[in-house]
């Protein structure tokens, strides 16, 4: 009876973690949230967790969550990096390809690793 319980509970577990990842809106809108996906890709200070809005497979958004990057390099990645990812359309064998920003290179690192693994999961499970 244990053994039933316990494996409930982290069937229980696995279900919650995996609605934290990623979420469809009811307008046909994927979001998928890094921060348990990429939680061991360091920008220069830290975790860099993103959310990536796709909606029809396509790139709509893509959010710097709270993160202990210096502000000054959060600004930059959100002005001259993030938008790049707008709009592109994503296919299951071609990743997205997306400069970093001169100066902000950890940082720039942890964001593109961080739209990797999240566009793998989205492919994985949406």
């Known amino acids: 009876m244990k053994n039933v319980l316990l494996a409930m509970f982290l069937l229980c577990g696995l279900t919650a973690q995996a609605d934290d990842v990623m979420k469809k809106e009811k307008d046909g809108t994927y979001i998928v949230n890094t921060t348990t996906l990429a939680q061991d890709v360091e920008g220069y200070n830290g975790p860099t967790p993103l959310e990536i809005h796709i909606k029809k497979n396509k790139i709509v958004k893509v959010v710097l969550l709270k993160s202990m990057e210096t502000p000054k390099y959060n600004a930059r990645i959100k002005k001259d990096m993030l938008p790049k990812y707008e709009n592109q359309k994503l296919t299951k064998n071609k990743g ?24 793998e999961y989205y492919w994985k499970h949406k």
């Open 96 to 119: 997205v390809e997306v400069d970093g920003v001169t100066g902000a290179t950890f940082t720039s690192d942890a964001v593109k690793e961080n739209v990797r693994r999240g566009l």
